[in-house]
């Protein structure tokens, strides 16, 4: 059962240069998000997607772009990187909006931007 | 704007004993949920347990179980029997809804468990 999967894991990108993060979830979930996670900051919502075809800015979205074309699959873009996107990136999905419902992650790319 | 506020940075516990993990949040909502999430080092936030804000009892999994006091809006997760696995970051989390599942995050503490 692969739940949620983050294509790659590492990456290292020189500045100025554009990246693609894929994230694909097998569990129909109608809802997914990519956040990122800086020390001593917890996770920060980038985008997210409440469904196929749609999508809205979260907390930090400066510099990213998302897309989703089908259901299973939503993709963060970053068209010229910057030093400031060093980080760890979390794609999650959840099956509904009630407030107890878990967030299912993945397991993170790590992006390093020199 | 909702809040969650996690004062440990890190923490170590002996094998077998346990441990609280502190947490505090602020909403002015009053329907509400709250998270704890394990990340060891391998990277993964794995769920832990949920607390809902009308739930009369604390929250329980197996060794885990959440101190929710309400009116002093704290979540503290309590670890029974500490065991080497349990070394890992732990996040504690809210979540509202609206539209989208708006979750915030706390910073984090890191737990380490000593032979």
């Not at chain 1, 894991?9 to 100025?16: M, S």
């Not at chain 1, 809802?31 to 979260?58: C, F």
């Not at chain 2, 940075?9 to 002996?14: A, D, R």
């Not at chain 2, 349990?86 to 915030?104: I, N, P, R």
Request: charged share 15%.
């Amino acid at each position: 059962n692969a739940g949620v999967t983050q294509t790659p894991k590492f990456r290292v990108l020189k500045t100025g240069q554009s990246m693609t993060l894929l994230c694909a979830q097998d569990m129909n979930h109608e809802y997914m998000y990519w956040y990122r996670q800086d020390p001593g900051m917890g996770l920060r919502l980038i985008h997210y997607s409440v469904g196929e075809g749609t999508t809205a800015k979260g907390e930090v979205p400066d510099g990213y772009n998302v897309s989703r074309l089908k259901k299973q699959n939503f993709l963060l873009g970053l068209e010229s990187a910057a030093p400031s996107q060093t980080s760890v990136y979390f794609c999650a999905s959840s099956r509904s909006l009630q407030r107890n419902e878990k967030l299912f992650f993945g397991s993170g790319t790590q992006l390093s931007v020199l | 704007a909702q809040k969650i506020t996690q004062t440990q940075p890190g923490m170590f516990v002996q094998e077998k004993e346990a441990v609280t993990l502190d947490c505090t949040y602020d909403t002015s909502d009053p329907s509400y949920g709250l998270f704890w999430y394990k990340q060891p080092s391998s990277g993964e936030m794995i769920f832990l347990i949920y607390q809902g804000s009308y739930d009369q009892q604390n929250a329980t999994e197996g060794r885990y179980s959440l101190n929710f006091q309400k009116a002093r809006k704290s979540a503290n997760l309590v670890i029974s029997a500490s065991q080497l696995g349990d070394s890992a970051m732990y996040f504690c989390a809210m979540s509202l809804s609206g539209g989208y599942q708006k979750v915030t995050f706390g910073i984090g503490t890191k737990l380490q468990v000593i032979p």
